[in-house]
């Protein structure tokens, strides 16, 4: 069972006069720092655990403390941050041995004034605000530290924050890239109008995570991080994001922190050829009206990170201003953007639903490419670059983004709703895991991620093309009783009623 965490704070009085926030570029200037200038770290070494102190940029003594699995890794790791009144071995004693024995190092230090940084006549609870700023600092540093280790995989950090932890993580993810993926446990924002609270105001901040995937667990009974104050929080956050309520005040059910806790480990145990689908920098987008009677349509084009045009079909309902939920239409082998076209007005935008279609690498307008890997990973990089940007607009609703893809549609849909936590809900259709397909492209290596999120697959049984054993073994993969539709035609083609179901199911899903 996790310990019980102290309070947080007191609730604080906002006071009504408008608070103007500061600019990204003077919030990142204040916490940047000299990466150059020596740590002066000492490690000793006791029983399973390294215990870390280094000087931080204001000349004090931080302590640390850091164990993982034996051999030489690298492994994924945690770093745990601790609440308010707190220590390092808090958290760290509760989660540990488990994170271990699944294969992951953890780390963990005392924030200031806390622990083995207690100074006498000194009270953290009247600090809080500097408290929080300057722990982040040492969180920076420290990371310099942990990234050096061999036994660390450094591209696979995530953090897990409670309480207190919880606003130091949510600056963390705005400000420090090699932080991956974060949970966040009963954190909010009460300073966002405090005068001279702009550096321990989380949600600053927490907007500029994306396209990391943050998981917020929060209370409804909560009087210490108000619900308030944590929708506050919540709210400035971009997608990707995961939002759970749990009927508690703000000690959470030990159940509901690990199962934060299981949502961050599984972002970062993503199988290693994940890495070769990392998100570019987010594209400028050019859409121009087509004509059209049933819906709205209209071209999408941007250049992607290879310096190639690629455009795209998005469609939205005829009517209203939305906001609506966004299903991505992934083509098959040999089609393009425009054979989706009618599914993407009758299954979605007639039904309330936007839909966006891009051409695949080496497809419709697009240069020709045979080869497989290249097509996967150029086609899902793109729709990571466009996403960004495409959710901006008003009429969509970022935190409703759905996915289906056909045939080889279904495997590259598979990878990359795995990766990209926008993605809340998957539909493969006529997909399989194919011997046929480099080992980066096998969606079977990818579909346990997708646990978390409602799964379904449209297959046939006598599909010629991928047989029902090849299906049969993704959907297994997911390891999580997806929902399956099956048809018997003897044909790669899915008839009309059998996509309704899978249709209908989705946009339930979403809706």
């Known amino acids: 069972m996790l310990p019980l965490l ?3 704070i007191a609730t604080v009085r906002v006071p009504q006069a408008p608070v103007q926030a500061p600019s990204w570029e003077s919030l990142q200037r204040s916490f940047a720092y000299d990466a150059t200038k020596p740590l002066d770290a000492k490690e000793l070494r006791v029983r399973d655990r390294v215990k870390l102190t280094f000087t931080n940029l204001r000349g004090e003594t931080v302590h640390g403390i850091l164990a993982h699995p034996d051999g030489p890794g690298p492994f994924p790791c945690v770093a745990l941050l601790h609440g308010l009144g707190g220590n390092k071995e808090q958290l760290f004693n509760s989660m540990a041995p488990e994170l271990i024995k699944q294969g992951f190092a953890v780390f963990a230090l005392d924030a200031a004034l806390h622990g083995e940084r207690k100074e006498d006549g000194k009270s953290p609870q009247v600090a809080f605000l500097k408290v929080v700023p300057d722990t982040v600092k040492d969180w920076r540093q420290a990371l310099d530290w942990l990234t050096k280790r061999p036994e660390i995989n450094k591209e696979r950090i995530g953090l897990l924050g ?3 932890g919880a606003f130091q993580g949510s600056i963390l993810m705005g400000v420090e890239p090699r932080f991956q993926a974060a949970t966040l446990c009963v954190g909010g924002d009460p300073f966002v109008k405090f005068p001279g609270a702009s550096l321990a105001s989380p949600s600053n901040f927490i907007g500029h995570a994306t396209p990391r995937p943050v998981y917020f667990a929060n209370g409804t009974k909560d009087t210490t991080v108000t ?13 990707p994001k995961v939002i759970h309520w749990v009927e508690s005040g703000h000690i959470l059910p030990a159940d509901d922190v690990r199962k934060g806790l299981a949502w961050l480990t599984l972002r970062l145990k993503l199988p290693a050829a994940a890495e070769r689908y990392a998100a570019p920098e987010a594209a400028a987008l050019a859409f121009s009206p087509m004509e059209d009677t049933e819906a709205r349509v209209e071209k999408v ?4 990170a290879a310096k190639e045009s690629v455009s795209g079909l998005y469609v939205r309902p005829k009517d209203g201003a939305g906001p609506f939920p966004l299903v991505l239409v992934l083509h098959g082998k040999g089609h393009s953007k425009e054979r989706m076209l009618n599914t993407m007005k009758r299954e979605f935008a007639q039904r309330g639903v936007a839909a966006l279609a891009l051409d695949a690498a080496g497809h419709g307008e697009r240069k020709p490419i045979t080869d497989t890997q290249n097509i996967f990973t150029t086609t899902i990089r793109d ?7 495409l959710l901006e607009r008003p009429e969509l609703n970022s935190e409703k983004v759905g996915l289906i893809g056909f045939s080889m549609g279904a495997m590259m849909g598979t990878i990359l709703t795995a990766i990209d936590e926008r993605i809340r809900v998957a539909l493969p259709c006529v997909g399989g895991e194919l011997e046929s397909l480099p080992e980066a492209c096998r969606p079977a290596a990818f579909a346990p991620y997708l646990a978390d999120r409602p799964l379904a697959f449209i297959n046939g049984r006598n599909d010629p093309t991928v047989p029902e054993a090849a299906a049969q073994k993704l959907h297994a993969a997911a390891g999580t009783s997806p929902t399956i ?13 059998t996509l309704r179901l899978g249709t209908d199911w989705l946009i339930e899903k979403l809706k």
């Open 6 to 8: 102290p309070s947080l």
């Open 162 to 164: 409670y309480s207190m």
């Open 227 to 239: 619900p308030a104050a944590s929708r506050t929080l919540i709210d400035a956050a971009k997608a």
């Open 301 to 304: 084009s941007f250049t992607n």
């Open 383 to 389: 729709y990571r670059q466009l996403l960004p940007n």
């Open 485 to 497: 539709f099956w048809y018997t035609e003897a044909d790669h083609t899915i008839p009309k009623p």
